[in-house]
């Protein structure tokens, strides 16, 4: 397995425990301030290294009516001023080819949506940065299938890619997790995040927007970590019955502590 850093965080072969997490999209600079120190919080209090997380544009909301961010180059700003004002390394999706070297330019790390998995341009685009790119793996995509999107970044010449498990399409509006995934994309060389927030999400679910269980969400991460997950994945609010995007399974920042803590004992026991 690859190693290499995002930020100040050592990640692959004998990496360290970490998060990554914030809320979906940038609603407000305010917003994601409060959750960010929060995450600062989280560091000293949990004994772990956080990544901020916020998406800058939802290019792939339900609705054509649902709030997608403040694009490309307002939401950059409000991550660049993010990460100088707490120094936490952040993360961002991207969704075009054509928006990569300007996020490189910024984030510590890029993310690749799940639906555009098996997109070779973005792929590419994301690799030719040299940042550390996070793949989710398509709901309609095996574990191992996610070899090819892993060859496209390392065509160019880029190895420091992530895999994130976050469910696999189930019937309609459900998604189940296969937590025999994470050793099988470990095997590919990358590390393993579990995405434990959208695991719990009911794609589509409430019509003109997708539902959730978040009540399921310790028992996912905590099996996830178990199986022989690096890290994991969670959005995260200050109130998520007031969130813009993903209200229905996002986590409230008083649940974020505990199972943060847990989930960490286990991946200390499962590392000896």
Do not use: W
């Not at 984030?107 to 639906?115: L, T």
């Not at 679910?205 to 178990?226: K, R, Y």
């Not at 969130?243 to 986590?251: G, K, S």
Request: aromatic share 6%; hydrophobic share 40%; glycine share 10%.
């Amino acid at each position: 397995m690859n190693s290499f850093k995002i930020g100040n965080i050592d990640v692959g072969t004998d990496g360290e425990f970490f998060l990554i997490a914030g809320p979906c999209v940038i609603e407000s600079e305010d917003i994601c301030l409060e959750v960010a120190e929060f995450l600062v919080g989280l560091q000293k209090s949990a004994g772990i290294k956080c990544v901020f997380k916020a998406s800058f544009d939802k290019a792939n909301r339900t609705s054509i009516d649902s709030f997608r961010g403040p694009g490309l180059e307002k939401g950059l700003a409000i991550l660049d001023r993010l990460r100088t004002k707490t120094g936490l390394p952040v993360l961002t999706d991207v969704h075009e080819p054509s928006q990569a070297a300007a996020v490189g330019e910024v984030v510590d790390a890029m993310q690749i949506p799940a639906f555009l998995c098996r997109q070779t341009d973005l792929l590419v685009a994301c690799g030719n940065t040299g940042k550390p790119v996070n793949i989710k793996k398509g709901q309609f995509v095996s574990p191992e299938e996610m070899k090819n999107c892993v060859n496209k970044v390392r065509s160019t010449g880029n190895e420091k890619i992530l895999l994130c498990e976050r469910g696999t399409f189930f019937g309609y509006n459900r998604l189940v997790n296969d937590m025999s995934a994470i050793p099988e994309m470990k095997n590919l060389g990358c590390p393993v995040v579990f995405d434990v927030t959208h695991s719990t999400q009911h794609p589509g679910g409430l019509g003109s927007a997708s539902g959730g269980t978040p009540e399921l969400a310790a028992t996912l991460a905590q099996s996830a970590i178990a199986a022989g997950a690096n890290a994991l994945f969670m959005e995260i609010h200050p109130d998520p019955s007031k969130a813009l995007c993903d209200a229905a399974c996002m986590l409230p920042l008083s649940q974020v502590q505990k199972l943060v803590k847990t989930c960490k004992k286990i991946h200390d026991i499962v590392g000896t």
